[in-house]
């Protein structure tokens, strides 16, 4: 069967420190790989998708960038990291179909 | 104007209560729907999806397209205590695309 891992489950980093959050994806092959950010009363916000290995699209221009370095595994980071960067980041795959995605158990993120 | 929207809430019912929540959405070209489960702290989870209008049912849970209207349903009924979450509505033109959100409605089922 599927899963999806993404760790930490929670962060607490200060303004201006690096970040790297990562996922991986087991029992299925070349999947579609999202990063979204989830606020209070604003719902998900898609930050970067993929649809391959070293394939990423970002969808609103931020502080952050992601990478996939393997087919499996989808890496979101951050050189010098905001206060506005503090959220809950999910990440997810999909292959298509119509159940959509399957999110991972997602990471709260605070920047002090 | 966003593609999909979706009363936060929140919601209180008492147990037992049938429970209705909606989206509206604007783009025409929408035909799968989906509805997400998400308890505190965690990722939303697959409640249930449909394609195009009707009606489906699964268990308590009965989701409801009326592409006419752009107006999509998620009804609950006999609601648990267990049922508190948040219910996010998904929807996509097609499944190879990127699905779209709503803002997710806070629901809390009462003793």
């Known amino acids: 069967s599927q899963t999806i891992h993404q760790w930490p489950a929670t962060l607490v980093q200060p303004v201006g420190s690096p970040l790297s959050l990562e996922c991986t994806v087991e029992g299925t092959s070349n999947p579609n790989l999202y990063w979204y950010r989830q606020a209070a009363g604003r719902g998900l916000q898609l930050l970067f998708y993929?649809?391959?290995?070293?394939?990423i699209s970002s969808e609103v221009p931020q502080n952050l960038s992601a990478s996939r370095p393997q087919d499996r595994q989808f890496i979101l980071s951050s050189k010098k990291l905001l206060l506005s960067d503090s959220g809950f980041y999910l990440c997810?795959?999909?292959?298509?179909?119509?159940?959509?995605?399957?999110f991972g158990s997602g990471t709260r993120l605070t920047v002090v | 104007q966003k593609e999909v929207e979706q009363d936060p809430g929140p919601l209180s019912v008492p147990e037992g209560a049938i429970v209705s929540l909606n989206c509206t959405y604007s783009n025409s070209a929408f035909q799968y729907f989906m509805w997400y489960r998400q308890y505190s702290r965690k990722g939303p989870e697959l409640l249930m999806y449909t394609y195009s209008s009707g009606n489906k049912e699964d268990g308590r849970f009965t989701a409801q397209v009326d592409k006419s209207s752009k107006y999509i349903s998620l009804f609950i009924r006999d609601s648990q205590p267990s049922d508190s979450a948040t219910y996010l509505c998904?929807?996509?033109?097609?499944?190879?695309?990127?699905?779209?959100f709503g803002t997710g409605t806070s629901l809390t089922v009462i003793p």
């Open positions: 997810a795959w999909s292959v298509g179909g119509p159940r959509g995605y399957t």
């Open positions: 998904a929807m996509t033109p097609n499944t190879g695309n990127q699905f779209y």
């Open positions: 993929s649809v391959g290995i070293g394939q």
